[in-house]
């Protein structure tokens, strides 16, 4: 039956543009998360009142993220092309996407990290600090631990639009059902392809949202 | 045990700078529990966050168990900071830690091998009657049991100092008085001196030793706890020990007591340490032919010995009303003839 809905889907390519899809989002989610996360204490470290206090680091910081945040995606990943080849090295398939969606998510993610960490009752830095606990000890065992919620579900937000920007990565010769999708669906009118493409990505999408909802539903003991 | 000497704070604000603390001096003995009060924007939360290096003096200097703490930095400050614990009015657990981890965190900290810092955690828990709600998370704990883990958490390693934050402030009345009880318990059995700032006098006449009454970042008065009860002297001061000593209607209700009483007099007996307890009334009534009545009255106990004040109505011949008085002022009783203007 479902051959009879989509009788020019090839299962094989389908299922080899999921992997693609799959592994652009994964690598980059990874990084982002690290990225944004170092990027996200920076700025919260830095705001004031803070223990790192800097006004210059925290205004630099956040003009860097606000304009990455800002370039729509699909020019971005034109603009880091001269980036993109120098090192990767080509500017075609899955790993030449990556640079563009790092550099797009992760800013995205930053800003999700210093709200997290701004939710962080600040008597418990405090108290912390009263314990003679050092900056380290603080990032480590109070900062990420009691924002860690707001983080995994900051994740699940920026991996599901990393799906999305693997699809317009995918226009540009990136791979994935994106191109896929514009490939073999649009460009040659194929509607069921592109229908099919959708599909898996809302699954994707869907069994992301599960397993980020799951996990920050078990992290928070408030 | 604490020193502080001619300690001045003063912000930056938009507004231009703000004295916080202005010029304090003050010393505080080891084993005692010294009180600060005052009213919010008084300077006390200032003042006792210079004893932890939370916050550094504009001027002046701050010893704490031998180290000046308004002078070091660093690994010395997060050293000297181990020996003194802290408890907060939101008690500042962590939510993500157990109440075992929330009370191992400062061990951690200090870098205690995982088997002592089991051990340690078990005797605190107990030390503050917490069985039994170890492995349970701070939201599913009442303020005052939350209050108890911050408490153990700020004795685990054995600190010199305990400095309080308005730690009862967020607690009911009775949940206050078992944390008081508690925090009285912990500084006789371990000798530990305990610093609180509150704005509850009920609080200081309930543990604290000595007492400093703040007021815009100076000490205005301060003393024994007794003393200050007796005879306060600042405006401030007096305001304060009302609120434990006269329930708020009491002018009011003095004022129709004079009105209903034109004959003989109206005396307000101020008890303090241990004439409390001495039959005062039935002296007079023994010795004088005047009747007594009792208007109103009421006796709290302190740290070092009961207070209280008691209005009561002397009636009888004017000379043998007098000669009672008299006899009262010469007791170890403050006596006050109450007119009514």
């Known amino acids: 039956m479902i051959e009879q809905w989509f009788p020019n889907v090839d299962w094989e390519k389908m299922w080899e543009a999921t992997l693609q899809t799959l592994y652009m989002t994964s690598i980059s989610v990874v990084i982002t998360f690290v990225l944004g996360l170092l990027l996200g204490l920076l700025l919260f470290l830095t705001s004031k009142g803070q223990l790192w206090e800097n006004k210059a680091v925290y205004g630099i910081t956040a003009v860097i993220v606000n304009v990455f945040r800002s370039i729509p995606f699909i020019i971005l990943i034109v603009l880091l092309i001269p980036f993109t080849k120098a090192i990767i090295g080509t500017i075609i398939g899955e790993n030449a996407a990556l640079p563009a969606l790092i550099i797009g998510a992760a800013p995205f993610y930053a800003r999700m990290v210093e709200i997290a960490l701004r939710e962080i009752d600040k008597g418990v830095i405090e108290a912390a600090r009263a314990m003679g606990a050092s900056t380290s000890t603080i990032i480590r065992k109070v900062l990420i631990p009691e924002s860690l919620p707001a983080l995994v579900s900051g994740l699940t937000v920026t991996a599901i639009a990393l799906v999305g920007y693997t699809a317009m990565a995918g226009v540009i010769g990136a791979g994935g059902l994106g191109n896929l999708a514009f490939l073999d669906g649009f460009q040659r009118s194929r509607n069921d392809v592109t229908l099919m493409a959708t599909i898996v990505i809302l699954i994707i999408v869907f069994i992301i949202q599960f397993i980020g909802d799951t996990f920050t539903r078990k992290l928070d003991k408030r | ?341």
């Open chain 2, 1 to 341: 045990m604490i020193l502080i000497e001619q300690a001045k704070k003063i912000f930056q604000t938009k507004n231009g700078p703000v004295t916080a603390v202005d010029d304090i001096n003050l010393s505080i003995l080891e084993g005692e529990i010294f009180g600060m009060i005052g009213y919010s924007g008084a300077g006390k939360s200032t003042l006792i966050r210079m004893l932890n290096g939370l916050e550094t003096p504009t001027e002046g200097s701050v010893t704490v168990a031998g180290r000046t703490v308004s002078k070091i930095k660093g690994s010395e400050l997060r050293k000297a900071r181990q020996e003194i614990g802290m408890i907060f009015q939101h008690f500042n657990l962590l939510w993500s830690r157990t109440v075992r981890e929330n009370i191992a965190f400062p061990l951690e900290i200090a870098g205690a091998p995982k088997a002592e810092r089991d051990k340690r955690v078990n005797e605190l828990i107990e030390l503050v009657g917490l069985d039994g709600r170890g492995d349970s998370y701070p939201s599913q704990l009442s303020g005052g049991q939350k209050q108890r883990v911050g408490i153990a958490r700020a004795l685990a390693n054995n600190p010199k100092v305990l400095l309080c934050d308005e730690a009862t402030s967020a607690l009911d009345p009775q949940t206050t008085d078992s944390i008081l009880e508690l925090l009285v318990d912990i500084n006789e059995r371990l000798g530990l001196t305990i610093v609180l700032i509150t704005h509850e006098m009920h609080v200081i006449r309930k543990i604290c030793h000595r007492v400093a009454v703040m007021e815009a970042g100076k000490i205005v008065e301060m003393g024994p706890v007794l003393d200050v009860f007796r005879r306060p002297e600042q405006l401030i001061t007096k305001r304060f020990v009302q609120q434990v000593t006269e329930p708020e209607e009491s002018k009011e209700t003095i004022r129709h007591l004079v009105e209903a009483h034109p004959d003989g007099k109206i005396v307000k007996l101020t008890f303090v340490g241990v004439s409390a307890e001495q039959p005062v009334i039935t002296e007079i009534i023994r010795r004088f032919d005047v009747a007594i009545n009792i208007l109103q009255g009421k006796i709290s106990q302190t740290q070092n010995g009961a207070y209280g004040t008691l209005f009561v109505h002397l009636t009888g011949n004017a000379s043998e009303v007098d000669k009672a008085v008299a006899f009262l002022d010469a007791q170890q009783v403050d006596s006050e003839v109450i007119t009514y203007d």
